[in-house]
Structure formats: structure tokens, C-alpha cells
């Protein structure tokens, strides 16, 4: 008997939503993931790469060799990313901001943020440190220093919104809004966004990530539960593109970290720290994120070819 395939079609569709320039685009797809045979995917899922403004010397020797050269200048860092490791979008997180830390101020900040935006081609994702009532400061400065460039602003999240939402609105930018992985908290802040004003066409949704054995499952649960409401329910609410921020959550697994003279049982750190970045990507991908945010350039590669392949 000949194998026929079944196809489950739908008439919703996430959101398409331009970033940057508006050549590059998000979302837009009817159909799950690479599922070809069931609807269009117009926008292959992009990578955007890490970029900190606070030279991070506390990581992994196996990350810190490849930013030997950069890591103490963002803007070096975001050209190196876009022009030598094929980056479709940068992400840059204004760590040196947090106040339980160096507590930068927002102008510097946002001189950064004009900085690197000013750096590349491509569109550029900004992140706070997730302080609420610091990131509601830095997030007005950096709305004003990169007015024009549409950047992603955020995280938006339930204590800063109004702030976030209302810089974006006020410069014409993008949102990321991000919950603490549930459905229905993050179907309730982009209601919140929209009462704000804030056009759902230009909401991107982060719902938290969990790397390779620290969360991974219910992280994929809940951007798989958000794609299928999206698309088999209709559900408005959930009709974003989707952001899976891998490398911070990957990076921080202890088997990421742990040198192989502390664990001689697994293996080579060098290997396993990018393999367990790949494999939380690749995961999320499968289950629905439109943008991963990754660090490593052996596993932006890979991740870009696991892709191209699903893709072709």
C-alpha cells in the first residue's frame, strides 16, 4: 500500500514581522515546524549571536578563545559575528547595566547600543539585565539613541511593559516580551502590550529558555503548546514569532563548564560545551522558535547547516 502522509492545514498564521531595515523578517509561517507539506514557512528561522558590553572574563575558556579579540569592544564583537560567523541578527545584552552589578548608567548604555546598531548591517536585539526598573530606564535611552533602526527592545516583562512598550512605541521599535515559561502568562502580557498600543505585528515573544538537562523539556512544551495555539486554535494572542535565548542557559550547564580534568568521565569540555549549544538549539527550533540566540561559533555553524538541511 503506498504511504500517504497525513496534512493537517489551518488558515492562521504567525505574524511576519520585519526587523531592522525591513529586509529581513520573522515569522510569517502557517504550519509547524519545517513542515513543508502542510503550509508555507516564508522566513527560515534565524540565529542572532551574543553580544555583551561588559567583557565578560568569568566564562568558559572554551567561548572566551574565539572573542580573545573583541570581547572588551561590542561593536568589534558585532562586526566579527556578522562578517566572519554569518550571523542574521545580533543580540546585544547591556549586562554592565544590572545594578546588583556594575550598575552602568543608561546613557552609556545606550552610546553602546548606537554603537554596535551603527557597527552592522543587520538588525540587532537589545537586552537589558532583566532588572524591571533599570531596564525601564535604559531600554528609554536606547529607544531614543537607535530611533530609525527598529530595534527588538526587552525583555518587556510584567513590572516594566508600560515603560518598554511606550519607548517602543514613542522611537518605532520592536518588543520582546518575556514570561517566566507559561502560556498563558505570556499570552497575558502581549494582551497587556496591545492595550498599551503596542501593534502585535511588532511583538516578539521570549518565553524563557531552559538548556539541555536543566528545564529543556518544559521548554519546548511551552513554545510547542504556544505554536499549535497559534495555529490550530487561532489564538491571537500567541500568533509571535517565537525567541530562544540558547547561549546564556546552554553556557551555564555545569556539564558545559566543567573542565575534562574535574570530570575525565565526560569527555573533552571543548566538544561537549558546543554540542550541548547545538543540541538545545536544535531542540527549540523543533519546537518552534523563530530566533535563536546562540554564542559559540562551531555551534552557529553546525546549527546553520542542521537548518539549511531541514530547510532543503
Avoid: C
Wanted: proline share 6%.
Amino acid at each position: 500500500m503506498p504511504f500517504e502522509i497525513i496534512k493537517e492545514t489551518t488558515e492562521s498564521k504567525i505574524h511576519e514581522v520585519p526587523l531592522g531595515t525591513g529586509e529581513v523578517k520573522v515569522g510569517g509561517e502557517n504550519a509547524l515546524p519545517f513542515h513543508f507539506w502542510e503550509g508555507e514557512i516564508p522566513n527560515r528561522p534565524l540565529i542572532a549571536v551574543e553580544v555583551y558590553d561588559n567583557n565578560p572574563e568569568d566564562w568558559s575558556p572554551v567561548v572566551l578563545e574565539p572573542l580573545k579579540d573583541v570581547k572588551s569592544d561590542p561593536a568589534l564583537w558585532a562586526k566579527k559575528a556578522q562578517d566572519e560567523w554569518g550571523a542574521d541578527l545580533i543580540a546585544l545584552k547591556l549586562k554592565s547595566t544590572d545594578p546588583k552589578g556594575e550598575n552602568g548608567p543608561a546613557d552609556e548604555a545606550a552610546k553602546t547600543a548606537k554603537a554596535v546598531v551603527d557597527a552592522v548591517s543587520i538588525p540587532v536585539i537589545i537586552y537589558g539585565s532583566e532588572d524591571a526598573e533599570k531596564d525601564g530606564e535604559v531600554m528609554k535611552a536606547v529607544a531614543s539613541a537607535t530611533e530609525g533602526k527598529n530595534a527588538v527592545l526587552g525583555p518587556a516583562l510584567e513590572d516594566n511593559y508600560k515603560t518598554i512598550g511606550a519607548a517602543a512605541l514613542g522611537y518605532k521599535q520592536t518588543v520582546a516580551a518575556k514570561t517566566p515559561i507559561d502560556v498563558n502568562l505570556a499570552k497575558q502580557l502581549n494582551i497587556l502590550l496591545s492595550n498599551l498600543g503596542v501593534d502585535i505585528g511588532s511583538i516578539l515573544i521570549d518565553p524563557t529558555t531552559g538548556a539541555l538537562g536543566y528545564g529543556l523539556e518544559y521548554s519546548y512544551s511551552v513554545m510547542e503548546r504556544l505554536k499549535l495555539a497559534a495555529l490550530r486554535q487561532n489564538d491571537g494572542m500567541t500568533q509571535m514569532p517565537l525567541i530562544g535565548d540558547v547561549g546564556i542557559e546552554a553556557w551555564k550547564a555545569k556539564e558545559a563548564k566543567a573542565p575534562a580534568a574535574e570530570q575525565p568521565q565526560w569527555g573533552d569540555e571543548s566538544k561537549r560545551a558546543v554540542l550541548w549549544e547545538i543540541l538545545t538549539a536544535v531542540a527549540l527550533l523543533m519546537a518552534g522558535a523563530d530566533i535563536v540566540i546562540m554564542r559559540h561559533p562551531d555551534a552557529i555553524k553546525t546549527v546553520r547547516k542542521v537548518i539549511d538541511t531541514l530547510l532543503s
